[in-house]
């Protein structure tokens, strides 16, 4: 769903989407995205079905998604600081790296509670953008005031983003320090 939310977003106009309803459509995807990997870790619990590879590439998938959305709203009228996106970027690449080292030497680090408060976080700071964005295209906002908000909302979004990935490491600085010595 990433290139479908990067291209309507885009591109919507050009398409024949008018501004009005583009953002309900980038809504719609947005909660199929966040309710089907509820859903996933909700039935990979359940029927015990949860493996290692899937602790690696669920966290991997949901940090692309979510990392094609900020990249997207770089752009367009939202037009957030490309640097807040590269906190995220950075953190989930670390993090990835790190966890992709661990498999590799046999120890699958697993998700943390503040990695998925990050996640949570991020989700709400983008359906609270695209819902700022309904009374925007009606009017009723000024572009400068909705840049404003989504600035500051994906800024809180980077900072929470960055202390989860020091959490992280922190908490598995030995796993990882022992993956680097056995290397």
Not at 135 to 151: A, E, I, N, R, V
Not at 159 to 175: D, K, M, Q, R
Request: contains cysteine; proline residues 3%.
């Amino acid at each position: 769903m990433s290139p479908v939310f990067l291209v309507l977003y885009l591109y919507a106009e050009s398409w024949g989407l008018p501004m009005g309803a583009l953002p309900y459509v980038l809504l719609v995807i947005l909660a199929i995205c966040e309710l089907s990997d509820i859903f996933d870790g909700f039935m990979a619990r359940r029927h015990n079905k949860v493996t290692d590879l899937g602790k690696v590439l669920d966290p991997m998938a949901d940090s692309l998604f979510r990392l094609t959305v900020f990249l997207s709203f770089t752009q367009g009228v939202i037009q957030i600081p490309l640097v807040l996106v590269l906190i995220l970027f950075l953190r989930d690449s670390i993090v990835n790296s790190l966890r992709t080292l661990c498999a590799l030497k046999g120890r699958a680090l697993a998700a943390r509670t503040s990695g998925k408060i990050k996640a949570v976080v991020q989700a709400i700071a983008v359906f609270f953008i695209l819902i700022l964005m309904i009374p925007y295209t009606l009017g009723c906002l000024s572009l400068d005031f909705f840049q404003q908000m989504s600035f500051y909302t994906v800024l809180i979004a980077a900072v929470y983003t960055l202390i989860s990935g020091i959490e992280y490491i922190w908490a598995n600085w030995e796993f990882i320090r022992d993956s680097f010595k056995k290397s």
